[in-house]
C-alpha cells in the first residue's frame, strides 16, 4: 500500500511539473519563416499560420520576408498567440483588391486575441485603382479588420480609401503606425489607442468630397469603446473631418497631435446622430499646426476635465488594466 506521504509528494511534483509547462508553453516562441522565393518553411502567410495548431498557446513568431505578398490572410479566434513580422513596412506588404462588405472584403482579418504585427503593411488596392477612374464609385474596401482582444500593431502600415482599418471590437493598440484613407478610414467599436502615428488623408481628386477621418461606433454609457489619437500627426490633402458620429456615443479624442492646414473648420460631422450631441465625446486637446484652429469647431464639442482626460490618455486606464501590452513584449 502506498503512503499518505508519497502520493501527496507525487501529485506535488506533477501539479509543479504541469504548470511549469503551462508557463513555458507562454514564454517559449517558435519561429516560421514566410519567402516569396522559397527560402523559408512557406511562400505565403496564410500557410503559415494555417500551420499553427488549434488553440494554440505558445507564442509563434511569423516572420515575413520582403515582397509583396498578393493574398487575402485569416487568423481564426482558435490561432492565439501569434507575432507577425515584417522586415519593415515599406518592403514588406500584404495586399489584396476585394470590396463590398467590410467584414468579408478585408485584405487582413484577425478574430485571435493575443496578437502581434510589426514592420508589415497591409493594403487593399481595390479603391486605390478606382481613384484613376471617374465612372466608377469608392466603396467599402478594408485594408486590415481587427475583431480581437488584447492586438497590437507596431511601426505597421493600413493603405485603402474606404473604410481603410476596421476596429471593430477589442482593446487595441497601435504605436509608431502610418494609416491612410479618405472616408471612414479608421471605424469601428474598438477601444484603441494610437500613439506616434500618422493619419494620412487622400481625398484630393477621388471626387469624395470632404474625407472623414474616424467613424467611431460606441452606442451606449456603460460601453467601453473609443479611440485616442496621442503625439500622432495629421496630413495629406483635404479637406477632411476630424470624424463623424456613426452611433449616439461615438468617442474620439485626438491629444497632443499636429494637425496640417486640412480639417475642416467646424472639425465634427454630426452624422445620423442629430439629437444625440450631448452623449457623443469629440475632443481635441492640446493639439497644434494650421489645422487645429479651434475657433470654428462644431459647438457641441466637448470640453474634457483633466479628470476626464487622464481616463483615456492614461495607457493602463483606458486599454491596459491588465498589463497586457508588456506582457505581449516580452516576446518581440
Known amino acids: 500500500m502506498v503512503s499518505p506521504k508519497v502520493i501527496f509528494y507525487v501529485t506535488l511534483t506533477l501539479f509543479l511539473f504541469l504548470n511549469v509547462s503551462k508557463a513555458q508553453n507562454k514564454t517559449s516562441t517558435k519561429t516560421i519563416i514566410v519567402d516569396k522565393s522559397g527560402k523559408g518553411q512557406f ?3 496564410q500557410k503559415a499560420i494555417d500551420s499553427i495548431p488549434s488553440n494554440n498557446k505558445q507564442w509563434t513568431t511569423i516572420l515575413v ?5 498578393k493574398e487575402k490572410v485569416k487568423i481564426t479566434s482558435d490561432k492565439q498567440y501569434i507575432i507577425l513580422k515584417g522586415k519593415d513596412r515599406l518592403s514588406t506588404v500584404i495586399e489584396w483588391d476585394d470590396s463590398g462588405n467590410s467584414l468579408e472584403s478585408s485584405t487582413f482579418q484577425l478574430y485571435a486575441s ?3 504585427a510589426r514592420g508589415i503593411t497591409f493594403k487593399n488596392t481595390y ?7 471617374a465612372g466608377e464609385k469608392i466603396t ?3 485594408a486590415a479588420l481587427v475583431n480581437a482582444e488584447k492586438a497590437s500593431f ?3 502600415g493600413f493603405v485603402g480609401i474606404q473604410d481603410t482599418l476596421t476596429d471593430l471590437q477589442g482593446r487595441h493598440y497601435f504605436y509608431n503606425c502610418y494609416i491612410e484613407g479618405a472616408v471612414d478610414f479608421i471605424w469601428g467599436f474598438g477601444q484603441s489607442l494610437y500613439q506616434n502615428s500618422e493619419i494620412r488623408v487622400q481625398s484630393k481628386g477621388i471626387g469624395v468630397g470632404k474625407a472623414f477621418i474616424t467613424a467611431q461606433g460606441r452606442q451606449s454609457d456603460s460601453q467601453a469603446s473609443g479611440f485616442v489619437f496621442m503625439y500622432c500627426k495629421v496630413t495629406g490633402t483635404g479637406p477632411a473631418y476630424l470624424g463623424r458620429a456613426y452611433k449616439s456615443y461615438s468617442t474620439v479624442v485626438y491629444y497632443q497631435s499636429s494637425f496640417d492646414n486640412i480639417i475642416a473648420p467646424e472639425g465634427w460631422d454630426i452624422m445620423r446622430q442629430a439629437g444625440n450631441e450631448k452623449y457623443i465625446t469629440f475632443a ?9 484652429n479651434l475657433s470654428k469647431r462644431v459647438k457641441w464639442e466637448k470640453t474634457l476635465s483633466s479628470g476626464a482626460l487622464q481616463k483615456f490618455i492614461d495607457r493602463n486606464l ?7 501590452i508588456e506582457e505581449h513584449l516580452k516576446h518581440v
Not at 481635441?284 to 487645429?292: D, L, R
Not at 483606458?318 to 497586457?324: E, G, K, M
Open 318 to 324: 483606458f486599454i491596459n488594466q491588465d498589463n497586457w
Open 284 to 292: 481635441e486637446v492640446q493639439c497644434k499646426g494650421p489645422g487645429a
Open 43 to 45: 511562400t505565403t502567410v
Open 140 to 142: 467599402w474596401a478594408p
Open 127 to 133: 479603391n486605390l485603382v478606382l481613384v484613376n477612374d
Open 65 to 69: 520576408n520582403a515582397g509583396v505578398y
Open 154 to 156: 507596431y511601426e505597421c
Open 114 to 116: 493575443n496578437f502581434m
